[in-house]
């Protein structure tokens, strides 16, 4: 059985919906589906979501969200139009507007997009539709609940043999909506994957799989066949946003593969990711490269550092209390880096400096920032001599200074912070220096 998941730009008008219908229905082992809400149709459009949060805005400020929520049924008129279904949305329109002018959530408001185009593709495949609202749970403190929610789907899927369902949302106690963070629905079509026990979970999108980089930045890199959870997870977290970091979880204990496929070209293998006991073999040393701009580092040096009990602990006390998050902590001797992102920091750096060197009596604290991160991930890595001295000396062929190094035992990724000025170029010259 596959669980397929069809992203925004996949559910952006009649046409692009017609193409998802017809892949459904060229393989009768999809069964479930899971939708986004209509993306953009091109550069210069608004997506679903987007107008949806703006109907809140404008509800909050005035009471009415009327022409903005027109263009939301424009869309979906549209679409029923073009793919000539008899499908009558006006009392759905209704409610919907009427509870974003009577102040719900932003959550219910921004749902809304998901909702209505499951209702859309059900009607065009003739499929059950079923809302995630009552299947999917988050507990009082906004924890979502997954084996609950796996009950419950399993009890609606054993009353219908298939159906589409909104990605992206469930609800609290007391069914208000709750959302997951954007790009959730590829988390949905997890879960969905899990509660069928699906053979593949199939994610649809608009690329053809993750490439080995950024293809905005290094000229028609090589795509990625094969990678493990683990491997997307780090490259998820670095900056490769095909795929949702969180939505290998549900499926990762199942052991679940994920095939992310293109819409466009459906014909094409897509990458597939599998549990790191099932990679094939591979000659390549790394699996991808990925980075983010935006990043300060903040360093404290002190003599004996290492000598000192509860010193990293009372530095990350500080950063508790200023609700900062802490991505990286390389460390020496008598030297300590925190790093964090610039928009963490931001208005707190002069505060921030002081509780550290109070805390902790630092000899010497200061902030660096406009700081680049790039990882170089892949399992081969370590099995592999010399992959480090490779990255490294690529680099300073370059002329490129490395300001930071964090490297895990495991040897599944080593990530380098630059100046954020040289991180394109450095991209670039590690993707070449493994790949030619």
């Known amino acids: ?32 589906v899971v939708v986004s809400a209509p993306g953009k149709r091109d550069r210069q459009d608004t997506k679903v979501t987007d107008l949806l949060y703006k109907c809140f805005a404008e509800a909050q400020a005035t009471g009415n969200c009327a022409e903005t929520f027109k263009q939301v ?73 997954l084996d609950y929610s ?7 899927m054993a009353k219908v043999k298939k159906a589409v369902f909104p990605g992206f949302y469930g609800s609290s ?5 709750k959302t997951f963070t954007r790009g959730g629905s590829d988390v949905t079509g997890a879960i969905i994957a899990r509660a069928a026990n699906a053979d593949v979970y199939e994610n649809w999108t608009d690329v053809s799989g993750f490439m080995k980089a950024d293809p905005r ?10 990678l493990s959870y683990r491997e997307l997870r780090e490259l998820s977290y670095m900056g490769a ?43 390549s040393v790394i699996t991808g490269i990925a980075g983010q701009k935006g990043f300060t580092v903040i360093l404290i040096e002190k003599a004996m550092m290492n000598a000192e009990v509860g010193f990293v602990r009372k530095v990350l006390s500080v950063m508790e209390y200023e609700n900062i998050s802490v991505e990286h902590i390389p460390s020496g001797i008598d030297t300590l880096c925190i790093v964090v992102r610039d928009e963490d920091i931001q208005n707190k750096m002069q505060k921030v400096l002081d509780k550290i060197r109070d805390s902790v009596s630092a000899d010497n604290v200061e902030i660096h920032s406009g700081l680049s991160l790039v990882a170089v991930v892949g399992h ?26 964090d490297q895990g035992s495991s040897e599944l990724n080593v990530i ?21």
């Open 416 to 436: 380098v912070g630059i100046d954020t000025f040289d991180y394109e170029k450095a991209i670039n010259t590690i993707y070449h220096a493994f790949e030619g």
């Open 73 to 145: 049924k424009e869309r979906f008129d549209a679409i029923i139009k073009g793919l000539n279904i008899d499908l009558d949305l006006s009392d759905d329109y209704a409610e919907i507007e009427n509870n974003i002018n009577s102040s719900t959530t932003a959550d219910y408001a921004a749902s809304r997009g998901e909702y209505l185009s499951a209702k859309v593709l059900a009607k065009k495949l003739g499929y059950a539709f079923l809302d995630t609202l009552k299947l999917i749970k988050f507990n009082e403190d906004g924890e979502f609940q």
């Open 150 to 156: 796996i009950d419950l789907i399993r009890q609606e």
């Open 217 to 226: 930045i290094v000229s028609n890199p090589k795509k990625i066949e094969y």
């Open 380 to 405: 081969n890595m370590a099995s592999r001599q010399g992959t480090a001295a490779t990255i490294f000396a690529s680099l300073a062929k370059s002329n490129i200074n490395v300001r930071m190094i």
């Open 173 to 177: 106690p007391g069914d208000v909506v």
């Open 241 to 283: 946003n095909v795929l949702h970091p969180e939505s290998i979880f549900p499926v990762r204990n199942a052991g679940i593969p994920i095939n992310i496929k293109n819409t466009f070209a459906p014909d094409d293998g897509g990458t597939m990711i599998v549990p790191t006991s099932k990679l094939p073999d591979n000659t």
């Open 1 to 32: 059985m596959l669980v397929c998941k069809f992203g925004g730009t996949s559910m952006a008008n009649a046409e692009t919906i017609s193409k998802v219908a017809d892949i459904i229905n060229s393989d009768s082992e999809r069964k479930y």
